[in-house]
């Protein structure tokens, strides 16, 4: 058996070993010992096992991940995403849809500081529906808009999946935040036009709420500016090139925590709670990266990808066709596994192929994400779906589900505009690194 | 057991949460120095890589006693209860094995890490500590692993058995 099939063997086990219920990080660590075993010797397996751990757990450029997911803990504990809210809601009052459009500009803000989908979709469900139900809001709706801009987490810089991605493709992270900022706003934009036009066939989805004084409105928009000073001093202090990714979220980290505690919106026993779960958090993602670096090593070493492309091009497949069909792959794992585990399990077999095919790796990364926020709304099994019903068990899911339909066409819409128009993320990057 | 766990997992969860606050602190205390008055702190950025590894290796054993790594349950809704909590049993085997092998494969670059003498660049730290930092930390999470065993199995439908 050459070694490519190995590769393929060793995929397929690692989908029988997530099935039976392996825990992600063990699957991925299994198959990339016996993998790396087979091909390599035993000793040189021993070896990699060996060092792997301990690389990665003290990569300073993975300092990052736990600096960023302790900012987004310590954001939504202190009434952030209610101020970004309100201010929204009352900035857009008096237009038809407007709630939705609130509860989808104010996730989007709060993904910008949070990093997390599933964090963002619970904020907000706790904060916007109880709001937009008052209001006669349709369930469907409602959910559906929350959960769409809640997905927008893991678009919006800071990302922590871009950052696992930079770490397994070797990419540079201000890039890919740089690259994933206009991708995430047209987004949010492709959402907010999707939400007027249920709200606009459906009147009685989303009845109008009163307006309100032109002095109402400005003064709402003085509510968000802790959200403006962190935002604009992380990813701004990035792109301006002021601060690398880690001193940025440490910053951000930093700054939450010091407003938080100013502004009496956070206590000692709120910040202690967020950095426990920030530990928790942080320590499942680690052993994973750990797992899924044996695992592409042995990928790597299989030369799997080579197979793909052979394959692809005896097939006569050109770059669109290969591209449309790692997509709709994307889109049915999404309905199994996990975003991160997705992506780490992917992209060491997934990318060279699609760099061989003229794709840049970049560019790439924003797909990914974009499918992985697909999978995280996307029914049965989108997370952000059940993480709204666990928070409002008293909506149905299949209300849930009706509504996030008209959202789906969003994230589908963006790739084609991606594909099309492939400067939408790269066209920053190159703007601000060369 | 479980008592003995769950003391090792407190003291590591504690020792986790001191790291994390120090990295965050000594990056900002850096930057501050760099930009206020031109003079970056010295080590800052071994200080950041050695709390990320205890970070790192004392946090895993809160998740590994509440068995809360990422799994994908879809095999709840297919086969009877009592073959979910026999592959729950044969994953938290499958866990303690692969830790221990991790710690086994960690021996040979740390004794060569100390027969060399290996330092960190800029605190000239012995590496050697630092593999036996990590290298506790492995073993305190299998200690978990292993008392997760003395743990009912509970699963998403919403079952309980030890």
């Not at chain 1, 997530?18 to 699957?27: D, K």
């Not at chain 1, 991940?65 to 995403?81: E, Y």
């Not at chain 1, 990364?365 to 709204?388: A, D, K, R, T």
């Not at chain 1, 299949?398 to 509504?403: K, V």
Request: aromatic share 10%.
């Amino acid at each position: 058996m050459s070694n490519q099939w190995i590769g393929a063997c060793g995929v397929l086990a690692l989908f029988v070993l997530l099935f039976l219920r392996v825990p992600v990080w063990a699957a991925l660590m299994l198959v990339g010992v016996i993998g790396n075993t087979i091909v390599g010797g035993w000793s040189s397996s021993f070896a990699i096992l060996g060092t792997t751990g301990f690389d990665t757990g003290s990569a300073y450029t993975l300092s990052v991940i736990p600096l960023f997911i302790l900012m987004g803990d310590v954001a939504s504990s202190t009434r952030l995403s209610a101020d970004l809210f309100n201010a929204a809601r009352v900035l857009l009052s008096g237009i038809r849809g407007g709630l939705s459009i609130a509860a989808i500009g104010a996730a989007a803000c709060f993904g910008a500081v949070c990093g997390s989908s599933v964090a963002t979709a619970a904020t907000m469900t706790k904060i916007a529906l109880p709001e937009m139900r008052k209001a006669g809001y349709d369930d469907g709706l409602a959910t559906g808009s929350i959960a769409a801009g809640g997905s927008l987490g893991i678009l919006i810089p800071p990302s922590i999946i871009l950052v696992i991605y930079a770490a397994i493709a070797e990419q540079s992270v201000p890039k890919l935040f740089a690259a994933a900022l206009i991708p995430g706003l047209v987004l949010t934009g492709i959402y907010i036009v999707v939400a007027l036009i249920v709200a606009h066939l459906k009147p009685d989805y989303a009845p109008t709420v009163a307006n309100v004084t032109w002095k109402e409105r400005l003064d709402a928009l003085r509510q968000p500016w802790q959200f403006l000073l962190l935002f604009i001093v992380t990813i701004g202090g990035i792109y301006a090139g002021v601060f690398s990714p880690t001193e940025a979220a440490a910053i951000g980290a930093f700054g939450a925590i010091l407003l938080g505690l100013l502004g009496r919106r956070l206590t000692l026993s709120q910040m202690i709670k967020a950095i426990e779960g920030t530990v928790i958090t942080s320590a499942l993602l680690f052993v994973i990266i750990i797992g899924a670096t044996l695992f592409a090593y042995f990928i790597v070493q299989t030369q799997l990808p080579v197979l793909l492309s052979s394959f692809a091009q005896s097939m006569q497949l050109n770059a669109l066709t290969v591209m449309m069909i790692i997509v709709i792959a994307y889109v049915i794992i999404g309905c199994f596994l996990e975003g991160i585990g997705m992506v780490l399990i992917t992209v060491p077999v997934f990318l060279p192929l699609v760099v061989k095919f003229g794709y840049d790796p970049i560019w790439f990364s924003i797909i990914v994400v974009i499918v992985v926020e697909l999978g995280l709304i996307h029914p049965p099994v989108g997370m952000n779906l059940f993480v709204i019903q666990a928070q409002a068990p008293d909506v149905k899911l299949t209300a849930i589900y009706r509504g996030i339909i008209p959202f789906l066409i969003a994230p589908f819409l963006l790739i084609a505009l991606l594909l099309i128009f492939p400067e939408l993320a790269l066209w920053l990057p190159k703007k601000l690194y060369g | 057991m479980l008592k003995f766990a769950e003391t090792i997992k407190n003291a590591q969860l504690r020792l986790a949460m001191l790291a994390l606050f120090v990295m965050m602190m000594i990056i900002v205390f850096d930057v501050t120095m760099r930009y206020a008055f031109s003079s970056p702190i010295h080590g800052a950025y071994d200080v950041v890589e050695v709390s990320l590894l205890v970070f790192v290796f004392h946090g895993l054993s809160a998740c590994f006693l509440a068995r809360q790594n990422i799994v994908i349950d879809l095999i709840d809704n297919l086969v009877p209860e009592r073959v979910t909590h026999i592959l729950v049993r044969l994953s938290d085997l499958i866990t303690i094995g692969i830790l221990a092998l991790m710690i086994w494969a960690m021996f040979e670059p740390a004794s060569q890490a100390f027969q060399y003498g290996d330092k960190k660049l800029e605190l000239g730290l012995k590496l050697w500590i630092l593999w036996s930092v990590a290298m506790a930390g492995l073993a305190g999470t299998l200690f978990c692993a292993f008392g997760a065993l003395a743990k009912p199995v509970v699963t998403s439908h919403g079952g309980e058995r030890m």
